[in-house]
């Protein structure tokens, strides 16, 4: 069998000399969306950030990706890979174009330099097939965008740099109708493709419109604390994170 996307087994993911995460497992295979939800400071993000290796976070455990201990490598090494972390409030760059900040990052993901009219190719059948206006790529990134225009700068940016697994981690604030489709579509157009593979962080149900969970994990106070299927996600949305405060560890 084909080596599965993402393995945790038993990962701590410590800032300092707090422990944020407590002994995570966690298997995400090819054609998978996981959800993670979890309430406020629960550490979704922390583990998000703990993938893609940020330098500021101590881990213990093992983080392996199609079957190779990432642990050691940089985040951008990893990113090379195939690996992908949207961030929950992306940076404002005024004076930093769209079209460079993802050519740029493409070129990094591909190893390689990417001409212009190339890329101006590509993004241009992108764009088509999102419904967004090509005028987008020449704004500056993030500078001013509205929640849903956020959105769609991250469903670009997933799109045109092709990872394999990736996390996408979902702001609560400003998401709209309109939003919540780009999101939905991107994803859809993303795991249609053999081999991909998603985690959606959240802590509202609302963003997955039209997503089918493989599987939803319930993260609290750094552990994890519920899996299941597409009936946790309405049961939350009803109940809240409520039962899960005193539950104990639920194992994958
Ligand atoms: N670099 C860091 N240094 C110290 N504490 C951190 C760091 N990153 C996260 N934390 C703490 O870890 C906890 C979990 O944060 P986070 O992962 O952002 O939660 P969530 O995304 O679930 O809301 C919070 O208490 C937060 O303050
Ligand atoms: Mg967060």
Same mark, same amino acid.
């Not at 090819?30 to 881990?59: C, F, I, R």
């Not at 190779?68 to 760059?93: C, H, K, Y």
């Given at each position: 069998?084909?080596?599965?996307? /993402?393995? =945790?087994?038993? /990962?701590?993911?410590?800032?300092?000399?707090?422990? !944020?995460? *407590?002994?995570?497992?966690?298997?995400?295979?090819?054609?998978?969306? *996981?959800?993670?939800?979890? @309430?406020?400071?629960?550490?979704?993000?922390?583990?998000?950030?703990?993938?893609?290796?940020? @330098?500021?976070?101590?881990? $213990?455990?093992?983080?392996?990706?199609?079957?190779?201990? &990432?642990?050691?490598?940089?985040?951008?090494?990893?990113?090379?890979?195939? !690996?992908? =972390?949207?961030? $929950?409030? @992306? =940076?404002?760059?005024?004076?930093?174009?769209?079209? =460079?900040?993802?050519?740029?990052?493409?070129?990094?993901?591909?190893?390689?330099?990417?001409?212009?009219?190339?890329?101006?190719?590509?993004?241009?059948? /992108?764009?088509?097939?999102?419904?967004?206006?090509?005028?987008?790529?020449?704004?500056?990134?993030?500078?001013?965008?509205?929640?849903?225009?956020?959105?769609?700068?991250?469903?670009? $940016? %997933? %799109?045109?740099?092709?990872?394999?697994?990736?996390?996408?981690?979902?702001?609560?604030?400003? /998401?709209?109708?309109?939003?919540?489709?780009? &999101?939905?579509?991107? +994803?859809?157009?993303?795991?249609? $493709?053999?081999?991909?593979?998603?985690? +959606?962080?959240?802590?509202?149900?609302? +963003? %997955?419109?039209? +997503?089918? @969970?493989?599987?939803?994990?319930?993260? &609290?106070?750094?552990?994890?604390?519920?899996?299941?299927?597409?009936?946790?996600?309405?049961? !939350?949305?009803?109940?809240?994170?409520?039962?899960?405060?005193?539950?104990?560890?639920?194992?994958?």
């Amino acid at each position: 069998m084909e080596k599965p996307l /993402l393995v =945790l087994k038993n /990962l701590s993911v410590s800032a300092g000399e707090k422990e !944020i995460l *407590h002994h995570i497992d966690l298997t995400v295979r090819a054609g998978e969306t *996981h959800v993670l939800m979890g @309430p406020n400071g629960a550490g979704k993000s922390t583990l998000g950030a703990a993938v893609m290796g940020s @330098p500021a976070l101590a881990t $213990q455990g093992e983080i392996e990706y199609r079957g190779e201990d &990432v642990t050691d490598l940089s985040a951008d090494e990893r990113a090379r890979r195939g !690996i992908f =972390l949207s961030f $929950q409030n @992306p =940076l404002e760059v005024p004076g930093l174009k769209m079209s =460079l900040f993802l050519r740029l990052a493409l070129e990094a993901r591909e190893g390689k330099k990417v001409r212009v009219w190339e890329f101006r190719k590509r993004m241009a059948q /992108l764009m088509e097939d999102l419904h967004m206006d090509p005028a987008f790529l020449d704004r500056d990134l993030n500078a001013g965008f509205s929640g849903g225009e956020k959105k769609k700068a991250e469903m670009l $940016q %997933l %799109l045109c740099l092709n990872p394999d697994l990736a996390i996408l981690d979902e702001t609560d604030s400003g /998401l709209d109708v309109d939003a919540v489709r780009t &999101v939905s579509g991107g +994803i859809r157009r993303f795991l249609a $493709q053999e081999g991909k593979g998603v985690i +959606i962080i959240t802590h509202t149900a609302r +963003i %997955l419109e039209g +997503i089918e @969970p493989t599987e939803v994990h319930v993260l &609290v106070r750094g552990e994890m604390r519920a899996h299941g299927g597409a009936e946790l996600l309405s049961e !939350i949305d009803r109940g809240g994170f409520e039962k899960y405060l005193d539950a104990e560890v639920e194992k994958a």
